[in-house]
């Protein structure tokens, strides 16, 4: 057994405090405690590609992935995604989905929850 992997380890401890699909608006609230409760956590590289984007090494669970926004935005950006997901014609690529994300936070960039 390698050093580090014993149950109870340091290591072990961060890997369950890692970011994941079930802790992530936790840690996102943890960062920013004024974040309105009934507002979104959202993921700027959505979860339905969340396996595409661990193969490319991203944790789209990461806070540096999500953004908080209020729920009508929430609702177009997701429609954002949808329509573009139907128009590739293909499985999207991780640079894709990147690429796809930044125009979307260039278009709502200005509601996202600040400090």
């Known amino acids: 057994m390698?050093?580090?992997e014993k149950?109870?380890?340091i290591i072990?401890?961060?890997k369950t405090n890692a970011p994941n699909g079930g802790n992530y608006r936790r840690l996102?609230?943890?960062?920013f405690p004024n974040f309105p409760l009934q507002d979104q956590v959202h993921h700027t590289l959505p979860?339905?590609?969340e396996k595409t984007m661990e193969d490319y090494g991203i944790n789209i669970h990461e806070n540096r992935y999500?953004?908080?926004v209020e729920y009508k935005k929430h609702i177009n950006i997701t429609n954002l995604w949808r329509n573009w997901n139907k128009s590739l014609g293909h499985a999207a690529t991780a640079e894709e989905v990147i690429e796809f994300a930044k125009r979307i936070d260039e278009?709502?960039?200005e509601f996202w929850y600040k400090k």
């Open 2 to 4: 390698l050093q580090g």
């Open 7 to 9: 149950t109870g380890s």
């Open 12 to 14: 072990e401890k961060n």
């Open 28 to 31: 996102f609230i943890k960062e």
């Open 47 to 49: 979860r339905k590609y």
């Open 66 to 68: 999500l953004r908080g």
């Open 107 to 109: 278009q709502f960039g």
